[in-house]
């Protein structure tokens, strides 16, 4: 590292005063956000870090899957850029920091080499990724999906929320249906700050977590119908509920989940039912799942119980089950010189690191397949996250920004 680095460090109140102002777009009812993807609020929160983006005189691009990219000029600026980025839409009832942190800590990083007049060999570019959560248009980690190249636009704007709108009609609604093609071009890397939505690193005192790889995740949405009947004088032998078939299905997944605890996990998230009304058997629900492991052979064997339990359930409630789409991921790994230089700047600080896996789901994970990425965990008070109280230890935090300040202009230096 160049020995200048340690002496080059971002503005932490302007860090907290931009971390300030998106909370407040989108407030939920309980002090954190409900800022779900494409909603009027993510548009607000958009039209926000874009202005932000301008006023540095960096250069905007939104892509046809609604991401936005915030690019500072290198001395050569032919050369592929270095990316930092994450996501600003949250989850239903989320925190203020989830995602947010990274794209407003990558804007920091430009600010501060702005400040000090640094002038990188290579571009920097920060990115929003849009519809990371999955929230509202499953699967997660959409856009990034599509620009490493594992799914087309078509299939991204042609996913449907709970209401049956479409991912291209809300982008279009909310003027970020981008001309910029998604991917197809290259990356001298990319790095991604989280916090680490788990308790490990503030149980254990450290500032930085270096992620070495991930929990083998595999999701399966499932169809459940059966036939409206009367509540009251339909026989229980005749009842073709939908419901009970998808209720049988998640407390046998809950169960599989259980049984390899605690490295295992098995989480039943979301139903929809129609009709939801009382007196009237439902014919139609719809759920979905996960199973999540260190190891992916691990996963499989919990996803081929799952296939079973399906079946199972469908026959008991006399129902018919179908999957109707499933994805997967974490079983990606992160490439080695990234992650040292992240090592490097935290020892160059004096500043806590450790390597760990990450069990949650996140865009550099697909990122990693067509370029040379780093993801990077700052501590979370409690582990608590997916939920409005979700908060940081602010210093440690700092610290986190910094580190990947002096690794980001490592990379685009050389």
Same mark, same amino acid.
């Given at each position: 590292?160049?020995?200048?680095?340690?002496?080059?460090?971002?503005?932490?109140?302007?860090?907290?005063?931009?971390?300030?102002?998106?909370?407040?777009? +989108?407030?939920?009812?309980? +002090?954190?956000?409900?800022?779900?993807?494409?909603?009027?609020?993510?548009?607000?929160?958009?039209?926000?870090?874009?202005?932000?983006?301008?006023?540095?005189?960096?250069?905007?691009?939104?892509?046809?899957?609604?991401?936005?990219?915030?690019?500072?000029?290198?001395?050569?600026?032919?050369?592929?850029?270095?990316?930092?980025?994450?996501?600003?839409?949250?989850?239903?009832?989320?925190?203020?920091?989830?995602?947010?942190?990274?794209?407003?800590?990558?804007?920091?990083?430009?600010?501060?080499?702005?400040?000090?007049?640094?002038?990188?060999?290579?571009?920097?570019?920060?990115?929003?990724?849009?519809?990371?959560?999955?929230?509202?248009?499953?699967?997660?980690?959409?856009?990034?999906?599509?620009?490493?190249?594992?799914?087309?636009?078509?299939?991204?704007?042609?996913?449907?929320?709970?209401?049956?709108?479409?991912?291209?009609?809300?982008?279009?609604?909310?003027?970020?249906?981008?001309?910029?093609?998604?991917?197809?071009?290259?990356?001298?890397?990319?790095?991604?700050?989280?916090?680490?939505?788990?308790?490990?690193?503030?149980?254990?005192?450290?500032?930085?977590?270096?992620?070495?790889? +991930?929990?083998?995740?595999?999701?399966?949405?499932?169809?459940?119908?059966?036939?409206?009947?009367?509540?009251?004088?339909?026989?229980?032998?005749?009842?073709?509920?939908?419901?009970?078939?998808?209720?049988?299905?998640?407390?046998?997944?809950?169960?599989?989940?259980?049984?390899?605890?605690?490295?295992?996990?098995?989480?039943?998230?979301?139903?929809?039912?129609?009709?939801?009304?009382?007196?009237?058997?439902?014919?139609?629900?719809?759920?979905?799942?996960?199973?999540?492991?260190?190891?992916?052979?691990?996963?499989?064997?919990?996803?081929?119980?799952?296939?079973?339990?399906?079946?199972?359930?469908?026959?008991?409630?006399?129902?018919?089950?179908?999957?109707?789409?499933?994805?997967?991921?974490?079983?990606?790994?992160?490439?080695?010189?990234?992650?040292?230089?992240?090592?490097?700047?935290?020892?160059?600080?004096?500043?806590?690191?450790?390597?760990?896996?990450?069990?949650?789901?996140?865009?550099?994970?697909?990122?990693?397949?067509?370029?040379?990425?780093?993801?990077?965990?700052?501590?979370?008070?409690?582990?608590?996250?997916?939920?409005?109280?979700?908060?940081?230890?602010?210093?440690?935090?700092?610290?986190?920004?910094?580190?990947?300040?002096?690794?980001?202009?490592?990379?685009?230096?050389?």
């Amino acid at each position: 590292m160049p020995a200048s680095l340690p002496n080059l460090s971002i503005d932490a109140e302007r860090l907290r005063s931009t971390l300030d102002r998106s909370s407040e777009i +989108g407030t939920g009812p309980r +002090g954190g956000l409900r800022r779900l993807a494409l909603s009027d609020s993510d548009g607000e929160m958009r039209d926000r870090f874009v202005e932000w983006c301008e006023a540095g005189g960096y250069r905007i691009a939104v892509d046809e899957a609604g991401s936005i990219f915030a690019r500072r000029a290198g001395r050569d600026d032919s050369l592929p850029p270095v990316m930092i980025g994450s996501h600003l839409d949250t989850q239903a009832a989320g925190g203020r920091f989830d995602g947010i942190l990274g794209v407003l800590a990558g804007l920091e990083i430009l600010r501060t080499l702005d400040d000090n007049a640094v002038a990188t060999k290579r571009p920097i570019e920060v990115v929003n990724w849009t519809n990371e959560e999955g929230a509202r248009f499953a699967p997660p980690m959409a856009a990034s999906r599509v620009f490493a190249g594992l799914a087309t636009v078509e299939w991204l704007h042609d996913l449907k929320d709970d209401d049956g709108i479409r991912y291209g009609d809300e982008l279009r609604r909310i003027g970020y249906l981008g001309e910029a093609p998604v991917g197809g071009r290259a990356l001298d890397s990319y790095f991604e700050l989280h916090i680490e939505q788990d308790s490990l690193l503030e149980e254990r005192g450290v500032s930085v977590g270096v992620v070495t790889g +991930g929990y083998y995740s595999h999701a399966l949405n499932c169809v459940f119908r059966g036939e409206c009947a009367h509540t009251g004088p339909t026989e229980m032998k005749k009842r073709r509920n939908a419901m009970m078939g998808a209720a049988y299905f998640l407390a046998a997944v809950n169960d599989i989940g259980w049984d390899y605890e605690p490295v295992g996990r098995t989480s039943a998230s979301r139903m929809q039912l129609w009709p939801n009304r009382f007196g009237i058997l439902p014919e139609y629900a719809e759920v979905t799942v996960d199973m999540r492991h260190m190891e992916r052979a691990v996963t499989d064997e919990m996803v081929g119980k799952t296939r079973a339990a399906l079946a199972r359930a469908a026959e008991r409630a006399q129902v018919e089950a179908e999957i109707t789409a499933e994805w997967t991921f974490g079983d990606e790994a992160f490439d080695p010189e990234c992650s040292d230089l992240v090592r490097r700047a935290a020892e160059a600080r004096g500043t806590s690191c450790m390597d760990m896996r990450s069990i949650a789901g996140h865009d550099a994970y697909y990122i990693s397949r067509i370029a040379p990425t780093a993801l990077v965990f700052s501590p979370c008070i409690g582990g608590i996250t997916h939920n409005e109280a979700e908060n940081i230890p602010w210093e440690p935090t700092v610290e986190a920004v910094n580190v990947l300040l002096d690794a980001v202009l490592a990379r685009a230096d050389r």
